[in-house]
């Protein structure tokens, strides 16, 4: 029998071998492309948990609660208690600076029914993390997520190195969620921004988390405003209703809460913006100062050298590849651009230094750092990890018969910009670690309890020395904070009520009592005190706490800044005002000894200014429904409202009797 095979036959027999034979040189050759995906994949999942990892430890072994952050306690306090969101009970006032950690603090309060300090200190550490992670997401979809490259952490260890970074991951204040809330912001929009069909659900989330700026923190709403004007001006996706409906949509979703809540803030506490702001005066000029703060932030730690550093890594890799970072001049291409990767990094970037410019004008701050984290931040996001290209050939199998692959690839060849660009984020990556361990065992300010003449002080380090705890968390362990323990055996041994006052020499308290007859359960106490996060949350909420500076009393809010005081404490109401406004002995000898009783007199007279008394009626009536109304239409008025600090020029001010009038020349 003969076997015969036909011609067409062996044509498809040879098809079917050569196809088979491609399909094996494919498996062979997508398994290095696997294994190096795999790697890219490990390789940054592995930098984004050493990076919190390092942070976390970082930041636990510099734990602590600032003043400032007991001072968010003792509304969350409050709140708790059924009195509303004030710190003291008597009177409407806003006097923690973000909105949102405030309410997010309460919340895990009350959901845990945990300890406070414990609880704020759990959620700063949390989101101080989050942001480390937002960031990286962000910038790893920047440059192309993990296909074919390596993405190593750099931007971020530069801000983790910092010991700012790490003492204000945990200090009670708004800090961490300030980066974190701009860390999400960013990866969302750099998602958004390479979205080849944006959703509406996802793009009104986006809007959505864009408008709580104001109430992550005022200075916010110019990320926030920059960000909602870049997504309103840009094409819209495929609506319904069409893209007229759908960009008022989108202003309705960023502002409905913002817009609500500051209806809400005009008319419960009477001002545009928190106390805070108005204490501060958070639109005065100080330029001289600011630049000592930013220097004393920058200087020390030679924080120029990777800001430098890696920004030349991240344009060199840009320009490598061909990133476009500027829009063609046409109204057209600029909206379209608007939509782009460079186009988020213009706003991070553009945002961190008008921030910076902001908190330069303002004069920065009293603590070392905190007013600039933010901003750098801002500054470190396009780099807060950097791309490694991994090289073509790595990908592709050998043939085999053992020959090159690419017989090119064989040949010497010169270097390409994109293989200059390794060489330089190369570099960079060295150079970021190297200073990162300098910067990390650094410190910065060494005066200790002692402030210079600048102002600025590394206020952990400063609290751990005053009250001797390596950690002060609790508000108990300020009670060895100088006077602190004090305080509170004064109270207690004088059930009757009064105003305690701190001594000139700052050593003791007095305590002006109040006037005959003592009402039945004491007439109330009142701390008069510059301190007021340690002070309150170590008395009961019945204790009036106010300060000289005006975070939580109005009337000293509203006095006139000192051109030369101590930046973050330039205000300072003299206490002959507080005699008259708690109510206390005005004469002598139950009065300071210290104290002019004329002053007291004048500053009685004083009071008594129209506008004065419409600023503490505001804040002091019950709020009733024209109470609101009347608030609402005079915040900005109460808002612009400032008096003279001493009785008798704020007599002349405001066009009053003196009763001890100068005798005639």
Same mark, same amino acid.
């Given at each position: 029998?003969?076997?015969?095979?036909?011609?067409?036959?062996?044509?498809?027999?040879?098809?079917?071998?050569?196809?088979?034979?491609?399909?094996?040189?494919?498996?062979?050759?997508?398994?290095?492309?696997?294994?190096?995906?795999?790697?890219?994949?490990?390789?940054?999942? &592995?930098?984004?948990?050493?990076?919190?990892?390092?942070?976390?430890?970082?930041?636990?072994?510099?734990?602590?609660?600032?003043?400032?952050?007991?001072?968010?306690?003792?509304?969350?306090?409050?709140?708790?208690?059924?009195?509303?969101?004030?710190?003291?009970?008597?009177?409407?006032?806003?006097?923690?600076?973000?909105?949102?950690?405030?309410?997010?603090?309460?919340?895990?309060?009350?959901?845990?029914?945990?300890?406070?300090?414990?609880?704020?200190?759990?959620?700063?550490?949390?989101?101080?993390?989050?942001?480390?992670?937002?960031?990286?997401?962000?910038?790893?979809?920047?440059?192309?997520?993990?296909?074919?490259?390596?993405?190593?952490?750099?931007?971020?260890?530069?801000?983790?190195?910092?010991?700012?970074?790490?003492?204000?991951?945990?200090? &009670?204040?708004?800090?961490?969620?300030?980066?974190?809330?701009?860390?999400?912001?960013?990866?969302?929009?750099?998602?958004?921004?390479?979205?080849?069909?944006?959703?509406?659900?996802?793009?009104?989330?986006?809007?959505?988390?864009?408008?709580?700026?104001?109430?992550?923190?005022?200075?916010?709403?110019?990320?926030?405003?920059?960000?909602?004007?870049?997504?309103?001006?840009?094409?819209?996706?495929?609506?319904?209703?069409?893209?007229?409906?759908?960009?008022?949509?989108?202003?309705?979703?960023?502002?409905?809460?913002?817009?609500?809540?500051?209806?809400?803030?005009?008319?419960?506490?009477?001002?545009?913006?928190?106390?805070?702001?108005?204490?501060?005066?958070?639109?005065?000029?100080?330029?001289?100062?600011?630049?000592?703060?930013?220097?004393?932030?920058?200087?020390?730690?030679?924080?120029?050298?990777?800001?430098?550093?890696?920004?030349?890594?991240?344009?060199?890799?840009?320009?490598?590849?061909?990133?476009?970072?500027?829009?063609?001049?046409?109204?057209?291409?600029?909206?379209?651009?608007?939509?782009?990767?460079?186009?988020?990094?213009?706003?991070?970037?553009?945002?961190?230094?008008?921030?910076?410019?902001?908190?330069?004008?303002?004069?920065?701050?009293?603590?070392?750092?905190?007013?600039?984290?933010?901003?750098?931040?801002?500054?470190?996001?396009?780099?807060?990890?950097?791309?490694?290209?991994?090289?073509?050939?790595?990908?592709?199998?050998?043939?085999?018969?053992?020959?090159?692959?690419?017989?090119?690839?064989?040949?010497?060849?010169? $270097?390409?910009?994109?293989?200059?660009?390794?060489?330089?984020?190369?570099?960079?990556?060295?150079?970021?670690?190297?200073?990162?361990?300098?910067?990390?065992?650094?410190?910065?300010?060494?005066?200790?309890?002692?402030?210079?003449?600048?102002?600025?002080?590394?206020?952990?380090?400063?609290?751990?020395?005053?009250?001797?705890?390596?950690?002060?968390?609790?508000?108990?362990?300020?009670?060895?904070?100088?006077?602190?323990?004090?305080?509170?055996?004064?109270?207690?041994?004088?059930?009757?009520?009064?105003?305690?006052?701190?001594?000139?020499?700052?050593? $003791?308290?007095?305590?002006?009592?109040?006037?005959?007859?003592?009402?039945? &359960?004491?007439?109330?106490?009142?701390?008069?005190?510059?301190?007021?996060?340690?002070?309150?949350?170590?008395?009961?909420?019945?204790?009036?706490?106010?300060?000289?500076?005006?975070?939580?009393?109005?009337?000293?809010?509203?006095?006139?800044?000192?051109?030369?005081?101590?930046?973050?404490?330039?205000?300072?109401?003299?206490?002959?005002?507080?005699?008259?406004?708690?109510?206390?002995?005005?004469?002598?000898?139950?009065?300071?000894?210290?104290?002019?009783?004329?002053?007291?007199?004048?500053?009685?007279?004083?009071?008594?200014?129209?506008?004065?008394?419409?600023?503490?009626?505001?804040?002091?009536?019950?709020?009733?429904?024209?109470? $609101?109304?009347?608030?609402?239409?005079?915040?900005?008025?109460?808002?612009?409202?400032?008096?003279?600090?001493?009785?008798?020029?704020?007599?002349?001010?405001?066009?009053?009797?003196?009763?001890?009038?100068?005798?005639?020349?």
């Amino acid at each position: 029998m003969s076997l015969s095979i036909s011609p067409d036959e062996i044509v498809v027999a040879e098809q079917e071998s050569t196809e088979y034979e491609r399909l094996r040189d494919d498996e062979q050759s997508a398994r290095p492309t696997a294994r190096f995906a795999t790697l890219s994949r490990a390789t940054f999942v &592995g930098g984004v948990v050493f990076a919190v990892v390092v942070f976390a430890v970082g930041a636990w072994q510099r734990r602590w609660i600032a003043d400032d952050g007991l001072i968010v306690l003792r509304t969350v306090r409050n709140l708790l208690a059924g009195n509303g969101p004030v710190f003291n009970m008597d009177e409407r006032v806003e006097a923690n600076t973000s909105t949102a950690w405030t309410y997010l603090v309460w919340f895990f309060s009350w959901l845990t029914q945990a300890r406070l300090e414990y609880v704020v200190l759990g959620v700063a550490l949390a989101v101080s993390l989050l942001a480390i992670v937002f960031a990286m997401l962000g910038t790893a979809r920047l440059w192309g997520g993990t296909s074919g490259q390596l993405l190593i952490p750099a931007g971020v260890l530069v801000y983790i190195a910092l010991p700012p970074a790490r003492d204000y991951a945990t200090s &009670g204040l708004e800090s961490g969620l300030v980066i974190c809330w701009v860390g999400l912001l960013w990866w969302l929009m750099i998602r958004w921004s390479q979205a080849a069909v944006v959703r509406v659900p996802s793009l009104l989330g986006l809007v959505f988390l864009a408008g709580l700026a104001p109430l992550i923190r005022p200075e916010a709403t110019l990320i926030g405003v920059l960000a909602l004007g870049m997504i309103f001006l840009t094409p819209m996706p495929v609506f319904r209703y069409g893209p007229i409906a759908l960009r008022a949509l989108i202003v309705f979703v960023a502002g409905i809460v913002p817009v609500a809540y500051q209806i809400w803030r005009m008319g419960y506490y009477g001002l545009p913006y928190p106390n805070t702001a108005v204490a501060k005066d958070a639109g005065g000029a100080k330029w001289g100062q600011g630049m000592k703060y930013l220097w004393d932030l920058v200087g020390p730690y030679y924080l120029w050298i990777p800001l430098l550093v890696l920004l030349i890594a991240g344009v060199v890799t840009a320009v490598a590849r061909g990133i476009e970072v500027r829009p063609r001049w046409s109204v057209a291409a600029i909206r379209t651009w608007l939509r782009s990767p460079s186009a988020v990094v213009t706003l991070m970037l553009g945002s961190g230094l008008l921030l910076t410019v902001y908190a330069i004008r303002v004069g920065g701050d009293f603590m070392h750092g905190r007013m600039l984290l933010t901003q750098l931040f801002l500054l470190l996001l396009p780099v807060a990890v950097v791309p490694i290209r991994l090289p073509a050939r790595l990908g592709r199998s050998a043939p085999a018969d053992g020959s090159s692959p690419d017989h090119a690839d064989s040949e010497p060849r010169a $270097f390409t910009p994109r293989d200059w660009s390794m060489v330089v984020v190369l570099v960079a990556l060295l150079g970021t670690a190297g200073w990162s361990l300098y910067a990390a065992s650094t410190t910065a300010i060494k005066t200790g309890t002692k402030i210079s003449s600048s102002g600025i002080v590394d206020e952990r380090v400063y609290y751990v020395l005053n009250t001797g705890k390596d950690h002060p968390i609790l508000a108990e362990d300020y009670l060895d904070y100088p006077r602190m323990r004090a305080m509170v055996n004064d109270i207690a041994a004088n059930p009757n009520g009064g105003l305690l006052l701190n001594s000139p020499s700052f050593t $003791f308290w007095y305590l002006d009592p109040p006037p005959q007859p003592i009402p039945e &359960g004491g007439a109330g106490h009142t701390v008069y005190f510059l301190n007021l996060g340690m002070t309150s949350m170590n008395v009961p909420l019945s204790v009036r706490v106010i300060d000289p500076m005006g975070l939580a009393y109005p009337l000293a809010a509203h006095s006139d800044r000192l051109a030369d005081g101590r930046i973050g404490h330039d205000k300072s109401l003299y206490p002959d005002w507080v005699v008259v406004d708690s109510g206390m002995v005005d004469i002598h000898p139950w009065m300071p000894w210290y104290m002019d009783e004329e002053w007291v007199t004048q500053a009685r007279a004083a009071m008594a200014c129209p506008q004065t008394q419409a600023l503490l009626i505001s804040t002091r009536d019950p709020l009733t429904f024209d109470r $609101f109304k009347h608030n609402l239409r005079n915040a900005l008025s109460f808002a612009k409202y400032r008096i003279d600090r001493v009785p008798k020029y704020e007599i002349q001010r405001c066009g009053l009797v003196d009763p001890f009038p100068e005798p005639p020349r």
